[in-house]
């Protein structure tokens, strides 16, 4: 990570260049580079551990779940950054079944998954990509939402 540290910093300047205070864009850093690091699990407070000094639970929690910026600007952002970079031939909508054992998450419900091949209990993700022959990226994506 250290090597790479300068570039993500520039990289989440741009990202979340309309947020309006300097602790958003420092929790946003902090939270994109909690994303990249190995590990597992990237719920906060994992995240917030292999941060180390730089991983405060409660103000990464605060960030993702308080804090008031817009996500669709930042996903915007990011789109058109990737659209550039990659100069995609393609769009692609997919989805993917996140199996639950329970019914305590967000969207959980019977429905078929490709993920299991059958119906099941799961969250279904949908996303759209930009994409060409030597890449793709996600640009867009969110739970679907179950009747």
């Not at 540290?5 to 260049?17: I, P, Q």
């Not at 915007?76 to 199996?99: C, N």
């Not at 969250?123 to 739970?143: E, F, K, M, Y």
Request: aromatic share 8%; net charge neutral; glycine share 6%.
């Amino acid at each position: 990570m250290a090597e790479v540290r300068e570039d993500l910093e520039m990289f989440t300047a741009e990202m979340f260049e309309a947020l309006t205070r300097a602790d958003q864009h420092r929790w946003g850093q902090a939270y994109v580079r909690g994303l990249l690091l190995d590990g597992r699990r990237k719920s906060v407070e994992p995240m917030a551990a292999r941060l180390g000094e730089d991983g405060n639970r409660q103000a990464l929690a605060h960030f993702v779940t308080s804090s008031p910026w817009d996500p669709a600007h930042v996903r915007a952002r990011l789109a058109w950054r990737m659209h550039e970079a990659i100069k995609p031939s393609a769009l692609i909508v997919d989805d993917t079944g996140f199996l639950k054992d329970g019914d305590a998450s967000a969207c959980v419900s019977r429905q078929y998954t490709g993920t299991a091949g059958k119906v099941t209990n799961c969250q279904v993700g949908v996303s759209v990509h930009l994409a060409r022959d030597h890449a793709s990226t996600p640009v867009n994506w969110r739970l679907f939402l179950p009747m």
